[in-house]
């Protein structure tokens, strides 16, 4: 079975399906995380103008952004094992409409070592390297590190949260129904975590990331 990683782009959905993902990650965090600075995944609907952001940060210097915008969306992922490159060539043939996003904040700190965008008029994802062969080894293998949880496999992020988190167990029932977009219950909450919940600061990540629930 192939993971999904730069060099399988053709396994990324497409946005509107990737979004979807990401929000469900979100708010699985935001329910058995209420930390938000320990979170790997974060969302916002209301990043920018018209645009929501999907954030992954691993606390060890690895980042991706991910944004959504009505006309297509964009990953830049970053790895601080990755070597070095040469921006220009990452960024090669990249559309007009995404050169805000990567050449201003906070992209421009965060650093690049791949991105990924797809745009209305072509389906595909396409990604801007174009390095040698070696290299473009590393960068795929490193890659694969920030994508895994995008495969859209509740089983996968079920394996994931229970090393991360350092948990002896975890619903797997409740996972799917998240990633199937369920609304956030009593019920649910209460099939992922046995701590108590602030319910107001869950209501306002529930709020951020654009996610339905009955509480």
Same mark, same amino acid.
């Given at each position: 079975m192939k993971n999904l990683s730069l060099k399988n782009i053709d396994l990324i959905p497409p946005p509107?399906? $990737?979004?979807?993902?990401?929000?469900?990650?979100?708010?699985?965090?935001?329910?058995?995380? &209420?930390?938000?600075?320990?979170?790997?995944?974060?969302?916002?609907?209301?990043? #920018?103008?018209?645009?929501?952001?999907?954030?992954?940060?691993?606390?060890?210097? #690895?980042?991706?952004?991910? $944004?959504f915008q009505q006309n297509g969306a964009i990953i830049n992922g970053f790895t601080h094992e990755s070597p070095v490159q040469d921006k220009g060539k990452i960024t090669q043939n990249l559309p007009n409409e995404f050169h805000e996003f990567m050449f201003t904040e906070p992209v421009k700190s965060i650093g690049t070592t791949f991105c990924i965008w797809n745009i209305p008029s072509n389906s595909k994802w396409t990604s801007g390297i174009h390095l040698d062969n070696t290299l473009h080894e590393v960068v795929c293998r490193d890659s694969e590190s920030l994508l &895994?949880?995008? #495969?859209?496999?509740?089983?996968?992020?079920? &394996?994931?949260?229970m090393e991360y988190y350092e948990l002896v167990s975890l619903n797997l029932n409740a996972i799917q129904a998240i990633y199937q977009h369920a609304p956030i219950?009593?019920? $649910?909450?209460?099939?992922?975590?046995? &701590?108590?919940?602030?319910?107001?600061?869950?209501?306002?990540?529930?709020n951020e990331i654009g996610y339905s629930y009955i509480l």
């Open positions: 509107i399906v $990737l979004k979807k993902r990401c929000q469900s990650i979100a708010v699985l965090e935001a329910i058995i995380c &209420q930390e938000w600075e320990y979170r790997y995944y974060s969302y916002n609907k209301n990043w #920018d103008k018209e645009a929501a952001c999907c954030q992954m940060r691993n606390g060890s210097g #690895d980042e991706m952004l991910i $944004l &895994q949880l995008l #495969d859209g496999n509740p089983e996968t992020f079920h &394996q994931w949260a219950t009593n019920s $649910l909450i209460n099939q992922l975590t046995s &701590q108590g919940i602030d319910f107001k600061t869950l209501k306002e990540d529930l």
